[in-house]
């Protein structure tokens, strides 16, 4: 696309880009507009055997090759400063030279070869005596010749992305070493203009393509929970949703590549693998994937990984998360109580009671459970390993009154038993109110409910609307039996 700068009166500049109007109007949006990136040489000089040995930094040419089969020999060196594509993926680098003289214009002779520098060196200081060493990987060659009688001046361009990209991951960019590929072959001269050159828009230039890798974080599994005493997560479905949140620093869509293997720690396990990815999702947005029920997590232990994919390149995997399928749900507990004998009146016990919660379920952590609350708000757990089901106690102080303690059993990955467990006995003298129970709201008729020793013949029911009311018997003839 068409692409300017402008300047304000202030030097700030503005990277102005024009898409081209057919294009836009026939897009499937959201639309990417994604520039190249042209830098400026940060440093370039030349050096010539034997009448130039030292730096030519101040020259507004840089030159390379040779015209006279190699006793004069010249070559060029040049710097561009690519740390902003530090782990980027170059999928184009051109390098671009303006030839406003050569020795010919033909195009097959020795090229002209862009090599990468291997060790430091200054523009100011460097001698042909004194040059840094290079590579061959990676080296680009340029065979077309400008600026001559047939060829007038033109850019000539070396394709650089194998370079680039060895900066981009991580290689030590000493800059760029211009030279003849043969020393000896007089059709390589050529001379170019340099940074120093009086005339703008001549200088050396790198245009580079660059695509960021997508990352991803907040990796997640659910629903799962991890056991407070072993460490292992367990997931207690066989379809969970996988998620992580994925990001893309040029803003691109992203999807999510999930996969799941065995644990190689634990072997002999039934061998399990899935790889899933997920829909597009906005950068910085989360991405899930729920693993369909034809593919059930079979092996005992397992592991996931996720990365990120923009459409053009996948980004580096993820650390794992380790877990455990459990989906099964315990048996409910067994509930026994010293001194309280389910269905049995017993005086009331000074010291509260202590009952045992225990369950036939080789697997859980622990037990929840409420006294007169079928809702089980309280909990005990296997504080030793979290694995077995194990009996626990948990103390209790009822007072005088038909009580029930509900308990329900917790597994390893925090599955509770369907049902729960109900122990009914009564404390103290014989009489216990079922209904209504304490907090029960009344419309126009109330459940009056009771339980006593068998020996009783008769209840009598009192009620007062107040802390300092007297209580009132409620007379017979209000209540239907």
Known sequence: MATKVETADDGSQTLVLTPDKDFLATATYPVTVDPTTTLAVTTDTWVQNPDYPDSQISSQELKSGTYDGGTDTARSYLKFDVSKFTGKHITAATMSLYNYYSATCSTSGAATVAKRITSTWSSSSITWGAQPSTTTTGMASNTGHWGY???????????????VQAWADGSTNYGLQIRADSESDSTTWRRFRSANYTTSGYAPKLVVTYNSYATTSSLAISPSSVNAYSGKRYVTTYTPTLSAKVTD????TVKAQFEITNDPSYSGE????????SSSVA?????????????????????MRVRGYDGTDYGAWSSYIYFVPNVAKPNAPTISCDPYTEQTWTAKADSGATCTLDTSSSDGQGYLWGLDDSSTPKSVYDTVDGNGGDPLTISISPGEDWHKLYAKTIDSGGNISTSATAYAFGVGDGAGLLTPGDGDSAARRVSLTSTGKTTYTGVTYQYRRGETDSWVDIPVVDVTN
Do not use: E, F, K
């Open 149 to 163: 009688t047939g060829c007038a001046a033109n850019w000539s361009n070396w394709n650089l992305q194998t370079i």
């Open 249 to 252: 620093a040029d803003s691109s």
């Open 270 to 277: 039934t061998s399990y693998s899935y790889t899933g990815t």
């Open 283 to 303: 950068s910085g947005s989360t991405a899930t994937l729920t693993i369909p029920s034809a593919s059930q997590l079979a092996a005992a232990h397992l592991r």
